[in-house]
T-cell receptor, first 112, second 117 residues
Framework: KAGVTQTPRYLIKTRGQQVTLSCSPISGHRSVSWYQQTPGQGLQFLFEYFSETQRNKGNFPGRFSGRQFSNSRSEMNVSTLELGDSALYLCASSPGTGGGYTFGSGTRLTVV | GESVGLHLPTLSVQEGDNSIINCAYSNSASDYFIWYKQESGKGPQFIIDIRSNMDKRQGQRVTVLLNKTVKHLSLQIAATQPGDSAVYFC????????????????FGKGTHLIIQP
């Protein structure tokens, strides 16, 4: 079966701009969670969506938001980009009943 | 070569030796634990998981040990191969038995495993 697909793979944006990243989960999976990975902070949980509802959110500012569509595809948005938002953004797909987390290859965002 | 003890950012082992990577977790409510392998330019890849009602679980060349008393998790890789070279992360979450995985994963700092020929 197809894995988790994240698009785009690479992105360069300017400070102050906004960006939207996309994640298509494994077919049949209803949960998508997002993570930020940086050398300094490691992997940090952003938020989790299940059946179009955000069930949990990590400790990130309101500039980070997301949504999930009826087909379980998810997008995350970062507004008013800052240099510190440069990171690898990963999404994980799971059935949503606990366990079975599969990660995509990530989107490498560089803010200049 | 093997190494035990607290978290090490880097672990260097000889090809063919066994490797032990350690992880300490902080949340006593966590009930599901996973080890991931991450190669350069890729997302984390699932290796093995263990639930809190178990102390040990074995896979192909890998074993995970869970000590809930001291909140410690370890990954043992037998007969380490060049393809095992990567950064290894432990992850924990609650909600395996209630709430269905909404809590998100909390990751450890990662250990870079280097294989010496």
């Amino acid at each position: 079966k197809a894995g988790v697909t994240q698009t785009p793979r690479y992105l360069i944006k300017t400070r102050g701009q906004q960006v939207t990243l996309s994640c298509s989960p494994i077919s049949g999976h209803r949960s998508v969670s997002w993570y930020q990975q940086t050398p300094g902070q490691g992997l940090q949980f952003l938020f989790e969506y299940f059946s179009e509802t955000q069930r949990n959110k990590g400790n990130f500012p309101g500039r980070f938001s997301g949504r999930q569509f009826s087909n379980s595809r998810s997008e995350m948005n970062v507004s008013t980009l800052e240099l510190g938002d440069s990171a690898l953004y990963l999404c994980a797909s799971s059935p949503g009943t606990g366990g079975g987390y599969t990660f995509g290859s990530g989107t490498r965002l560089t803010v200049v | 070569g093997e190494s035990v003890g607290l978290h090490l950012p880097t672990l260097s082992v000889q090809e063919g030796d066994n490797s032990i990577i350690n992880c300490a977790y902080s949340n006593s409510a966590s009930d599901y634990f996973i080890w991931y392998k991450q190669e350069s330019g890729k997302g984390p890849q699932f290796i093995i998981d263990i639930r809190s009602n178990m102390d040990k679980r074995q896979g192909q060349r890998v074993t995970v040990l869970l000590n809930k008393t001291v909140k410690h998790l370890s990954l043992q890789i037998a007969a380490t191969q060049p393809g095992d070279s990567a950064v290894y992360f432990c992850a924990e979450t609650g909600g395996m038995y209630s709430g269905g995985g909404a809590d998100g994963l909390t990751f450890g700092k990662g250990t870079h495993l280097i294989i010496q020929p």
